[in-house]
């Protein structure tokens, strides 16, 4: 036996646990395992010497798991207050699917309670309730339905466009033609690509590309205006939401 090593003695209480007997023999690959009590809540349990020593003042696997649960409890309950997006979480309710920690919620959009594990409001996955989400989802669908036309997006074109992330430049129509060793302009619209020239720097290349968004794009957007007007307002309305959030 090591020096450091403590000798268990059968009988003998180690905090709140009492060793009983010897529950299987050490062997070339186990090692000695005891047959306990726990004197907490009376279970019986086996662990070998070291889990004895080290879990004496927790007590058998039921009681060392009953306190990590407090203590998740009182960490998740130190969120009380704290408001994600339109959620304000009100406390710990249960452990759910994975043993994750649920939290109650109160929707700031609707005042609804609801119940969200604690994990997927912190990351940014949930930021309303369910039935508000289901609305904005409707919503979203219905919006994006009326904004497609002729094969273009009036939102698409109305807001900022997104860069693709093979982007040469990483500007929107503006690309690197390698064999020239010049800058190509182009513009996507009703589902055309349009060449709007060549340029040996890439600052004409932009403006180009820029002079052509406010010639083709700003006559479409007035066009589709002065059509559509009810779902002109619509997608206003929609898009001013979105960036207030």
């Given amino acids: ?19 009983l007997s010897v529950s299987k023999a050490a062997s070339t690959h186990n090692m000695k395992t005891y047959l306990c009590k726990c004197e907490k809540c009376k279970n019986m349990f086996e662990y070998d010497g070291s889990q004895i020593i080290k879990y004496q003042d927790q007590g058998c696997p039921q009681c060392r798991e009953a306190l ?8 998740t309950n130190s969120y009380s207050g704290a408001v994600y997006g339109n959620l304000k979480i009100i406390k710990f309710d249960h452990f759910g699917k994975n043993n994750v920690p649920v ?8 005042g609804n309670f609801c119940y969200i594990p604690l994990a997927r409001i912190k990351c940014g996955q949930a ?22 036309v002729e094969n273009t997006n009036i939102i698409q074109i109305h807001g900022e466009r997104s860069t693709n992330k093979n982007s040469t430049t990483g500007v929107t129509g503006v690309s690197y033609y390698s064999k020239l060793g010049k800058y190509r302009a182009y513009i996507f ?16 290349a932009i403006r180009a590309r820029k002079s052509a968004e406010k010639e083709v794009f700003g006559n479409f957007l007035k066009w589709y205006q002065e059509t559509y007007p009810e779902q002109w307002e619509r997608i206003q309305k929609s898009q001013e ?3 207030s959030r």
């Fill in 1 to 19: 036996m090591r020096k450091s090593q403590k000798r268990i003695i059968l009988g003998e209480t180690y905090g709140s646990i009492t060793v």
């Fill in 68 to 75: 990590r649960n407090e203590d998740r409890i009182k960490k």
């Fill in 103 to 110: 939290v109650q919620c109160e929707c700031l959009k609707c």
């Fill in 127 to 148: 930021s309303q309730c369910s039935e508000c989400a289901k609305k904005n989802l409707a919503m979203g669908k219905e919006i994006m339905s009326i904004s497609y």
């Fill in 189 to 204: 619209f009703k589902g055309k690509q349009y060449h709007l020239g060549i340029y040996l720097n890439m600052e004409d």
């Fill in 241 to 243: 939401k979105k960036h």
